[in-house]
């Protein structure tokens, strides 16, 4: 193979930390010497070795004279962890091809370490690629913010339920099975009080070695019941709950001995929690991806306030008309559009996918 065809492979096991190594990067790397991937590896979770560290561990002393593939440069900081660009030149690696620059200004710099000590260094191999893995980490890095995934399932006519106020499934069971993964591969998942009282969900991950995201509940006054499903279930993750500054002190004791976390928060204009503020709180947390998964009004104050990244959304292929719930509610805001699309076909459903950019 090229150097395309092995960093490929290195995006491949870079892919597996999706989810998992947040504040991090995922990373892949993978070790190529005469022609044979001589070791591979890539980043299991945040304070573990790096992608780098574990292919250099496993190629053992094949590694002297090998070329190095890696998706992010490797870093030249000590943090968790010590700088990968020491375990290269220590490993004897005389060629390294990076997938794209770290945009860490703090762990930037390891391409022009390892080029001051003699190893020769390609940048920019599958650049777009390896950037779309790692949406979550540079905006994260840049900002401080997590990236905001926004998620529907929704009829052709734009209704996201049959009846309003009642829940159940609009797509079918491919589109459900995609959620789930998507689930697996983001670091929190976001609904509002309203679906929460509705469809008294598990916001869970319910696929093969899947793990559930942190759960995330809007709900300004604390309706939420400590009898919920998502209180009362097995689950490695938390649940917190944001609520304004008035919402009464009794009912956070009640969730908080069902084992949510509560965050208080401003209102904002709207009346509405200000969700820059929990956003902000997320990322202060550490936490780089947030998928929002309704519904309407808190999809549209996500939208109003300018916070989403990315779109998902999910087309059955049928009309529902004025007895539904529409995708949005209070949804004043500039005109978006979604670019870098792609269509896939789920079972009956089609899957819209892009990024939003503001016209």
């Given at each position: 193979?090229?150097?395309s ?22 990373v892949?790397?993978v ?9 591979s590896g ?44 020491q ?110 009282l509705?469809?008294?969900p ?52 009640k ?7 509560i ?50 959304l999910?087309?059955?292929p049928y ?41």
């Amino acid at each position: 193979m090229d150097d395309s065809g092995y960093m490929r492979l290195a995006l491949e096991l870079a892919q597996k930390g999706q989810g998992r190594t947040a504040p991090n990067p995922c990373v892949g790397a993978v070790l190529v010497r005469e022609g044979q991937v001589v070791g591979s590896g890539w980043h299991h979770k945040a304070g573990m070795p790096h992608a780098e560290v574990n292919a250099i561990a496993e190629a053992g002393t094949a590694c002297v004279g090998a070329t190095l593939y890696v998706t992010l440069e490797p870093c030249n900081h000590t943090g968790k962890t010590p700088p990968c660009t020491q375990a290269v030149l220590a490993a004897g690696i005389r060629r390294v091809v990076v997938g794209m620059a770290d945009p860490n200004p703090i762990a930037a710099g390891g391409a022009d370490f390892l080029r001051s000590h003699g190893i020769d260094v390609e940048m920019g191999v599958l650049e777009q690629e390896c950037r779309q893995l790692n949406h979550p980490f540079i905006k994260h890095s840049l900002t401080g913010l997590p990236w905001v995934v926004m998620k529907a399932g929704m009829s052709l006519d734009g209704k996201i339920s049959k009846l309003q106020g009642q829940g159940g499934p609009i797509t079918g069971p491919e589109s459900r099975q995609r959620v789930h993964e998507l689930r697996n591969q983001l670091d929190v998942i976001l609904i509002g009080i309203g679906t929460a009282l509705i469809d008294n969900p598990l916001l869970t991950t319910r696929i093969e070695n899947g793990r559930d995201p942190l759960r995330v509940i809007l709900d300004s006054q604390l309706r939420l019941p400590p009898e919920a499903k998502l209180l009362q279930q097995q689950s490695t993750a938390q649940t917190w709950i944001f609520c304004e500054h008035q919402a009464a002190a009794e009912k956070q004791q009640k969730l908080e001995e069902a084992g949510a976390i509560i965050y208080r928060v401003d209102a904002d204009d709207h009346g509405q929690l200000d969700l820059k503020q929990v956003v902000q709180r997320l990322g202060t947390s550490g936490l780089s991806s947030v998928l929002v998964e309704g519904g309407a009004a808190v999809h549209g104050a996500f939208l109003r306030a300018g916070l989403v990244d990315e779109v998902y959304l999910f087309i059955a292929p049928y009309f529902i008309g004025d007895t539904g719930l529409s995708l949005l509610v209070g949804s004043q805001f500039d005109q978006l559009r979604l670019v870098e699309t792609t269509t896939e076909k789920l079972g009956q459903d089609t899957l819209l996918h892009g990024l939003l950019q503001k016209l």
